[in-house]
T-cell receptor, first 114, second 109 residues
């Protein structure tokens, strides 16, 4: 069974460019969560999605950030007009439909904004 | 909102026992999780408590008291490879995890 897959693993963008981060959940998992980890800090929840639905986006910055989980294909976290403060590790996690199950994390995408 | 508190760093020697405490204040509770994270890597699941009491899994045990908003992770027979950050996380009613800042455990020879 393949685990949660994220790509790219490392992404370098200049200020003002767009960053697209992809996440493929584990087989059979229909829930996807995105978290951000700034250097030397804990993980912060960003958004929770199910197929074609955003369930909770209370952790997403109001501007420049968006997320989707289409019927086919991976979940995408999109950051427009990146700034230096967006440099962080972005982790995706997935879980099966039942609430009691743990979330399995992908290896993360390390975004560096120059 | 939610508040998750855990110590920043703990140091212990190989073979010893270390207990990492976590206190939380939440507006919804659907379980408490402990994850291990080595530097530059993804968090890996260690334990899950939703009812009061102790859950034991090999060298790792986790305890929960819902009335006190308190949990601990106990690491026994410490090994050098246990040097990592340990993250306490509370799952809310919607399913998302709220993480503490993590406790860096340093194991010395």
């Amino acid at each position: 069974n393949a685990g949660v897959m994220q790509n790219p693993r490392h992404l370098v963008r200049r200020r003002g460019q767009e960053a697209r981060l992809r996440c493929s959940p584990m087989k059979g998992h229909s829930h996807v969560y995105w978290y951000r980890q700034l250097p030397e800090e804990g993980l912060k929840f960003m958004v929770y999605l199910q197929k074609e639905n955003i369930i909770d986006e209370s952790g997403m910055p109001k501007e420049r950030f968006s997320a989707e989980f289409p019927k086919e294909g991976p979940s995408i976290l999109r950051i427009q007009q990146v700034v230096r403060g967006d440099s962080a590790a972005y982790f995706c996690a997935s879980s099966p439909p039942r609430q009691t199950y743990e979330q399995y994390f992908g290896p993360g995408t390390r975004l560096t904004v120059t | 909102g939610q508040n998750i508190d855990q110590p920043t760093e703990m140091t212990a020697t190989e073979g010893a026992i270390v207990q990492i405490n976590c206190t939380y204040q939440t507006s919804g509770f659907n379980g408490l999780f402990w994850y291990q994270q080595h530097a530059g890597e993804a968090p890996t699941f260690l334990s899950y408590n939703v009812l009061d009491g102790l859950e034991e899994k090999g060298r790792f045990s986790s305890f929960l008291s819902r009335s006190k908003g308190y949990s601990y992770l106990l690491l026994k027979e410490l090994q050098m490879k246990d040097s990592a950050s340990y993250l306490c996380a509370v799952k809310d009613s919607w399913g998302k995890l709220q993480f503490g800042a993590g406790t860096q455990v340093v194991v010395t020879p």
